[in-house]
């Protein structure tokens, strides 16, 4: 696989009264062609705002975003229109994201107007008859509108709407947690599939952990705008090097009422303000690990064994995962 997206130093904050929100701090991280990329954390974090940034929905404050090389911010615009080709986004509340005063047809054939793709509006709805029938919409409920169709029916419609352009990227935006559990597995399997018919790369922002786990070949975790993790998906499920990533996975409920897992560790203490993060680590005030450098000194994001990243100056070992400092 070859990298297809890159972010560098990725800086967003928002003016607010009386300071500023740090909602995305100095992020850096590349996407690999045709991989699935999980990003968790809880909400609030600065997920969805991470994922605006890399598409240009979002000026960033600082920093730079590289799609197959080039240089987003550098672009205006019919070159940065060129490029949307390639990049697009499923958004997470499948009711706001569709205008309900247009047909399913025109909000589907909407990219294919605004960039010009197709001879006529004969050929354009023609394409975009073929997108309802592949993400498992009926061609004849071209004509209806959003309100005629349930939450499951409506995120297909979003889908086929960012296939429209045929991209190589796509932004997940938490595109299954508005939705029932048993429509959140079809939706999940229509992405997986999508993605091997067309070699899709995916962004798959998302708090739910076990459907990160399967859909991603890797995972970032996210706290409070920075990165705390990021490893392979296997290996981070199976163990954990920083603490908040242990306390996330141990946060996930396990459906069975006779099984008590005495290991499992609760997370005490309330998330920082993203208006006055603290000093050091911004987890340090509710890790059980820290010492004076974690609240003096920010830990960077360094390499552990190859492949995985970790910013935490006390990752879990074997030998402090029981006897927390």
Not at 106 to 133: F, H, W
Not at 211 to 235: H, N, W
Request: hydrophobic share 40%; with cysteine; net charge positive.
């Amino acid at each position: 696989m070859s990298e297809l997206l890159r972010a560098e130093g990725l800086v967003k904050e928002f003016p607010v009264k009386g300071g500023v929100v740090h909602a995305v701090s100095d992020v850096s991280f590349a996407i690999e062609g045709g991989e699935t990329l999980g990003l968790v954390g809880e909400s609030g974090c600065g997920k969805s705002t991470l994922g605006r940034l890399l598409l240009r929905l979002l000026p960033a404050t600082a920093g730079k975003v590289f799609f197959k090389g080039q240089d987003l911010s550098a672009l205006r615009g019919e070159s940065l229109r060129a490029l949307r080709h390639g990049m697009q986004m499923i958004f997470q509340d499948p009711y706001a994201s569709l205008d309900p005063r247009m047909t399913v047809g025109s909000i589907i054939m909407e990219p294919l107007k605004t960039q010009r793709v197709g001879r006529n509006r004969a050929e354009r709805a023609e394409m975009v008859r073929d997108l309802m029938n592949q993400v498992g919409l009926r061609p004849e409920f071209y004509s209806r509108y959003p309100h005629q169709f349930s939450g499951g029916q409506r995120q297909r419609i979003g889908i086929a709407r960012a296939l429209a352009l045929n991209p190589e990227l796509i932004i997940c935006d938490e595109p299954v947690s508005a939705l029932d559990v048993s429509i959140q597995a079809q939706i999940l399997n229509l992405l997986s599939d999508l993605q091997r018919q067309r070699a899709l790369t995916y962004l798959f922002i998302s708090h739910d952990l076990n459907v990160v786990r399967y859909l991603s070949d890797r995972v970032i975790v996210m706290f409070l705008g920075k990165f705390c993790e990021l490893a392979p998906t296997q290996a981070l499920y199976a163990a954990p090097k920083h603490p908040y990533t242990r306390f996330l996975l141990d946060s996930v409920p396990v459906p069975d009422p006779t099984r008590r897992d005495e290991n499992r560790a609760l997370l005490t203490g309330e998330v920082s303000s993203p208006v006055n993060p603290p000093d050091g680590c911004r987890f340090h005030p509710r890790c059980p690990y820290a010492d004076e450098r974690c609240r003096r000194e920010a830990p960077a994001l360094r390499a552990l064994e190859p492949g995985r990243l970790c910013a935490c100056h006390h990752p879990i070992t074997t030998s402090n995962k029981e006897n927390p400092t």
